[in-house]
């Protein structure tokens, strides 16, 4: 770390009213040792609430990705060893340490991202489930006996760790993207090395950190940082890494999946979503008020299970709209570290430019503006908190996600037409629905081609199930008993001459 980058750390720091200031690592991880990039560069970590520079984070290329690959796999011999209850142990050892510092990791997360420290701490602690979650999942990794095919032979399966596992995390989720990953490969005998967002390496660091202190071993959990190109194809190319598991744009999950092809790694994508939120007219409507706004506008509306398409049936589509924009008007937009608002900024730039575009866009082909629709006074990445009315299928925030708080209101009027709306995108991660009918929540439920569906609900997130879409959303599912055998290979034992 250069002079001047250990200035710039240390009084964020100090900004950041940290309680451990040890948790403010700004450099990568390998083998258990803090890295700087081989090449000395550095990137500038940029809180997007204030334009400050947070941190100057190594940028690694393909040479430092190399060494955490060689660490990784020089860990799993002996990790994957370990009994699946001392993996264990390790794992409720470190979510544990993640909570009695949850303070001072919410503080990182938001300094680095732009969410409230409250939606940090839902981050965080749903992150700590999934530890817990699968510290214990590890122990019931069962093979089968399976009636034989011929009597002096017996069939057994055994189900064993995939090796070493390369995770390339997104912006929007620093903390429990990683947490997520790592529980599952870690608690099946896996070893990793994590590249998290450029955008927010910060929180990346302080849970290696703690993993350390923990006292997980050195090589099991690698931290890399930089250049996201070089790092990808080095992980990509290599032998030695057996599986991807990639959260992000569709396009560059693509792009890995391809890479992936050369060496025939298993892959796990958690790609792009296009929710629809369909409000039926035997909905609780102030219910569906409520689960669409909590829904559309988390994390500023970026998240890939956000509602991203808002349809309303014809007879309640006014009285939803004027409700809807009522409460909507009452969110509070500000910077994360300061009173809780419900909306931080957006992560960058080139985030407001496309939501802005999606606004114009919307309003040129007929969308009304009910409330919201431009850049907020606050400056920087701000952007108002929007409701669009008469929204259609023309306009773009139908086909993309805008990512971004802007809730487009389509209009619809039976089952059958919002059913092929729904479906209409090559999208298939998260859908959600109100209505009371109980055929109808049935056949939509069975209908919509989602991953996973929000009925009269808008909170499908938990460790216990399974997080995954279908079609370009990607493939493998992360949490629940599902979760942790992305990260296992079965092996068949045919035993003969008995
Ligand atoms: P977003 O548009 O939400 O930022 P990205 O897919 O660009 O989503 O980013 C998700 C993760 O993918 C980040 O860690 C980013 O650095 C990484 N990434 C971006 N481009 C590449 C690439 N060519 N190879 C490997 N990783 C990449």
């Not at 419900?342 to 114009?360: C, F, R, S, T, W």
């Amino acid at each position: 770390m250069t002079a001047q980058s250990a200035a710039v750390s240390a009084s964020a720091a100090t900004a950041l009213r940290l309680n451990d200031a040890g948790l403010f690592r700004t450099m990568g991880y390998i083998n258990g040792q803090w890295a700087s990039a081989k090449s000395g560069e550095t990137v500038d970590v940029i809180n997007p609430a204030t334009g400050e520079v947070l941190a100057q984070a190594p940028h690694m290329g393909a040479a430092d990705t190399q060494s955490a690959i060689d660490a990784a796999r020089d860990a799993l011999p002996s990790w994957r060893a370990m009994l699946a209850e001392d993996r264990g142990r390790l794992l409720r050892k470190w979510a544990e340490l993640q909570a009695q510092h949850i303070d001072d990791l919410c503080r990182i997360l938001t300094a680095e991202q732009g969410k409230s420290l409250a939606q940090a701490k839902g981050e965080i602690l749903s992150g700590i489930g999934h530890v817990e979650w699968m510290a214990e999942e590890g122990r019931r990794v069962y093979g089968d006996v399976i009636p034989t095919h011929n009597n002096s032979h017996r069939l057994i399966t055994l189900k064993q760790p995939v090796g070493v596992c390369a995770m390339v995390t997104p912006w929007n989720f620093p903390s429990s993207m990683i947490t997520r990953k790592c529980a599952p490969a870690l608690a099946a005998g896996c070893t990793v090395v994590i590249k998290p967002s450029e955008l927010t390496p910060l929180s990346a660091f302080a849970l290696a950190e703690l993993a350390e202190r923990a006292g997980i071993p050195k090589g099991v959990i690698n931290i890399v940082t930089g250049d996201a190109k070089a790092i990808g194809t080095a992980m990509m190319q290599s032998d030695v890494v057996r599986k991807l598991s990639f959260t992000g744009s569709t396009a560059v999950g693509k792009l890995l999946m391809k890479q992936a092809a050369d060496t025939v790694k298993k892959v796990s994508l958690e790609l792009g979503g296009n929710a629809p939120f369909i409000v039926f007219d035997d909905a609780d409507i102030d219910k569906a008020v409520e689960a669409a706004l909590l829904s559309k506008f988390r994390n500023a509306g970026q998240t890939c299970i956000c509602a991203n398409r808002i349809f309303v049936q014809d007879s309640v589509y006014d009285t939803f709209a004027d409700k809807f924009t009522a409460a909507v008007k009452k969110m509070t937009v500000g910077n994360g570290l300061e009173g809780n608002p419900d909306i931080g900024p957006v992560i960058d730039m080139k985030g407001l430019q496309k939501v802005e575009a999606h606004v114009k866009d919307a309003q040129d082909k007929g969308g009304v503006i009910t409330t919201g629709g431009q850049r907020h006074a606050l400056g920087q990445t701000f952007f108002e908190p929007t409701v669009v009315k008469n929204a259609t299928r023309e306009m773009q925030c139908f086909r993309e996600e805008t990512f971004g708080p802007v809730a487009p209101l389509f209009r619809f009027k039976d089952e059958a037409e919002v059913i092929a709306l729904a479906n209409d995108t090559e999208y298939g991660l998260a859908a959600y629905f109100y209505a009371r009918d109980m055929g109808r929540v049935w056949r939509v439920a069975e209908a919509l081609e989602y991953g996973m569906v929000g009925v009269n609900s808008a909170s499908i997130v938990a460790a216990q199930a399974p997080f995954g879409g279908w079609k370009q959303s990607g493939m493998g599912r992360e949490g629940s008993k599902y979760g942790i055998s992305d990260y296992l290979e079965v092996k068949l034992l045919a035993i003969g001459g008995l």
